[in-house]
């Protein structure tokens, strides 16, 4: 693992429970105010994934970066067949495996402690994404070029673009307070690494505070036929 990594793994290994509050449902005005300023970008890729692995039924998919596995868990109760989750931060990983026991879910979910980049995957996926992640990650190629050869239908990942007062304050507050690396792109940034991580149809939709990259795969269609 690299010195990026293991800062970015301690992090998250920490603040897994301040993390996953965004997905709780029950919350003060002050935490309310924040997510529509600071997390609308959240809410939208997380809607923009449910609905861009549809049709459920027989599908499955690669949750990377899967965090407490709200992703996966929430297309399990849709119906799709398998996910698996990968997060290096053991922390995230014990909250996923127990939100997937809580909502019974869990013979659908697998979660799994590992850094992405250094597992051989023996099979494929019909959806794989990457939300919140490519903020942490220093050379987001490769990541990039290994999620295109394993998915059948469509790669999915959000980038934080590097426009804006509010991204130049998360910057400093992640460099300087939480210590944790942090990266942002521009739209050419995001055009950039598709093309040389082997995308050759891709759209980039901006979502709030960041760039949402669909790379579709064309192995297998993604408008539902199987
Ligand atoms: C901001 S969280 C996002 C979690 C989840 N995708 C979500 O949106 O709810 C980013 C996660 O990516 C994980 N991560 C970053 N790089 C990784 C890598 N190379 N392998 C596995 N996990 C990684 C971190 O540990 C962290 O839990």
């Given at each position: 693992?690299?010195?990026?990594s ?15 509050a ?19 970008s ?7 994934v ?7 039924k ?16 929430a297309?399990?109760?849709?119906g ?17 495996n ?5 909502l019974?879910?869990h013979?659908?979910?697998q979660?799994?402690k590992?850094?992405f ?8 996926f ?5 939300m919140?992640?490519l903020d ?7 990541l ?8 059948e ?18 910057k ?31 759209t ?14 064309g192995?297998?269609?993604?408008e539902?036929?199987?």
């Amino acid at each position: 693992m690299t010195q990026v990594s293991k800062k970015v793994e301690s992090h998250f290994d920490r603040k897994y429970r301040e993390f996953d509050a965004f997905y709780r449902e029950k919350k003060g005005f002050f935490s309310r105010m924040i997510d529509a300023v600071f997390r609308r970008s959240m809410q939208l890729r997380f809607e923009k994934v449910i609905a861009g692995a549809a049709p459920y039924k027989k599908r499955s998919v690669l949750d990377v970066g899967c965090g407490t596995g709200r992703y996966s868990v929430a297309l399990a109760l849709k119906g799709i067949k398998r996910a698996l989750g990968i997060d290096f931060a053991s922390n995230m990983i014990d909250a996923a495996n127990d939100l997937a026991r809580h909502l019974n879910v869990h013979h659908i979910c697998q979660f799994m402690k590992a850094d992405f980049m250094a597992i051989d995957f023996a099979e494929t996926f019909d959806h794989v994404f990457a939300m919140g992640v490519l903020d942490y990650v220093e050379h987001p190629v490769p990541l990039v070029r290994k999620m295109v050869d394993l998915a059948e239908r469509s790669v999915m990942i959000s980038f934080p673009s590097k426009k804006g007062i509010v991204q130049r304050f998360r910057k400093q507050l992640f460099r300087k307070v939480k210590k944790c690396p942090v990266f942002f792109y521009s739209n050419e940034d995001v055009r950039q690494i598709a093309h040389q991580g082997g995308a050759k149809k891709f759209t980039i939709d901006i979502l709030a505070k960041d760039y949402f990259l669909t790379i579709y795969s064309g192995k297998k269609d993604t408008e539902g036929t199987e």
